[in-house]
């Protein structure tokens, strides 16, 4: 079982910048992806960024050069700063964990980000 908790989150004007927290803690696979996922009412989660075990990144074309995801693998913890922000960004972000070797996911409880204009 993987738990996951997140931090940051909240308020910011256009073109503000946050920064999201997510550490992990229990049996943390091998090889894994880890990041956060967005959502808006009544609209599927999308991938926002996600980090592999290896180190390589994945970002939503909607996010490219503005959001950045790194880790510190020593706290089990990867970190999103978003830079740029705009309403479209407005969602609620999860923090997921997926374990490639039995294709298990993990959430995070979700934190609000929301920019206003």
């Known amino acids: 079982q993987v738990q996951l908790v997140e931090s940051g989150g909240g308020l910011v004007h256009l073109w503000g910048s946050l920064r999201l927290s997510c550490a992990a803690s229990g049996s943390i696979p091998s090889f894994f992806a880890m990041g956060w996922y967005l959502q808006v009412p009544v609209q599927q989660r999308e991938l926002v960024a996600q980090i592999i075990s290896d180190g390589n990144t994945v970002y939503a074309d909607s996010v490219k050069g503005r959001f950045t995801i790194y880790r510190n693998n020593a706290q089990n913890s990867v970190y999103l700063q978003m830079n740029g922000l705009k309403p479209d960004d407005t969602a609620v972000y999860y923090c997921?964990?997926?374990?490639?070797?039995?294709?298990?996911?993990?959430w995070g409880q979700g934190t609000q980000v929301t920019v206003s204009s």
């Open positions: 997921h964990l997926t374990n490639f070797w039995d294709r298990q996911i993990a």
